[in-house]
């Protein structure tokens, strides 16, 4: 990587098969047309050695770990629980073995987990984000990464919400907060 660059790392949030694939209630409906731009997003990180980063959502089979807002759905159909299908990180982005993967309790990539330790420890001071979906996990990852200071890219055409408008309307607010939203191919162009 260029050494003028800002050192960088991308995460990549709860592209898990529950939340891609239809048939759970978490499923979003934007995630699997993401699936291109993140693999190229991916790849070109790996290229200029960006680390890469899978943020994974996890809960108990017994319930005890879900959020009072999303209880009364797991109860009836179970999602992201370890050990199942649908807690997997989809085939298409299946982490490479110098990869990392964090487990978060919530909805943002730093509440109650290691991840600040490792970025700063790398020495990373942008995060671009990718994955889904916006008006949380996105959405909440993006407030405490500038909250602890560092510097965001949300790369737009690798983030999903179950509709545009969900979309468009999060993307102004995260601009707002200070974040800079951009596509893959803008964020490409800067790293030649």
Known sequence: MNEQKTAQALLIIDMQNDFVHPGTPVHVAGAAATVPVIRKLRESCRKYAVPVFHIIRSYSADGLTVERTRLADFRHTPFVVP???????????????DEKTVIKPRYSAFFQTNLDLMLKRLGVERVLVSGTQYPNCIRATVTDALSLDYAVSV????????TEAVAAANILDMRNLGAECITFAEWESRQR
Not at 83 to 97: D, F, S, V
Request: glycine share 14%; net charge negative; with cysteine.
């Open 83 to 97: 050990g199942t299908h649908g807690a997997e990180i989809i085939g298409e982005l299946t982490p490479e073995a």
């Open 155 to 162: 790369i737009t055409d690798a983030c999903s919400a179950k």
